[in-house]
């Protein structure tokens, strides 16, 4: 089954997605709509078989250092994070990101 790929779009759905992490690990996505290897990366997860969260970064800026706080880490893009229990137990970018060890993370 491919990734199903689930913009956020405010801070009441980037919680949701914090709170899901105490009952399952998530899979949350910086993208870039202007960059190429943001691209390639969001269709390299596609073989992910989860839900993959993606905050577009030139559209919800905001957003984006939301989850530069909430994670302590600095923003990237493309930027992917494993989060379980709240707590950012993978974290990787550009082409240190890799389908194959996200899903890993989700078994």
């Known amino acids: ?6 913009d956020l779009n405010s801070s009441d ?3 949701a997605v914090f ?8 899979v949350l996505l910086k993208h870039s709509n202007s960059c190429g290897i ?7 997860l596609e073989s992910v ?12 800026r905001p957003l984006s ?3 530069t706080v909430r994670t302590g880490r600095s923003h990237q893009s493309p930027q ?13 970018t550009h082409y240190g990101i890799d389908a194959a060890t996200v899903s890993s993370f989700l078994k």
């Open 1 to 6: 089954m491919p990734a199903n790929f689930i």
């Open 13 to 15: 759905d980037l919680e």
């Open 19 to 26: 709170e899901r992490s105490n009952r399952e690990p998530v």
């Open 38 to 44: 943001s691209a390639h990366i969001k269709y390299l």
């Open 49 to 60: 078989d989860a839900d993959i969260f993606v905050v577009t970064v030139q559209l919800h």
């Open 65 to 67: 250092n939301e989850i």
């Open 80 to 92: 992917l994070f494993v989060i379980r229990s709240g707590q950012v137990i993978h974290h990787a």
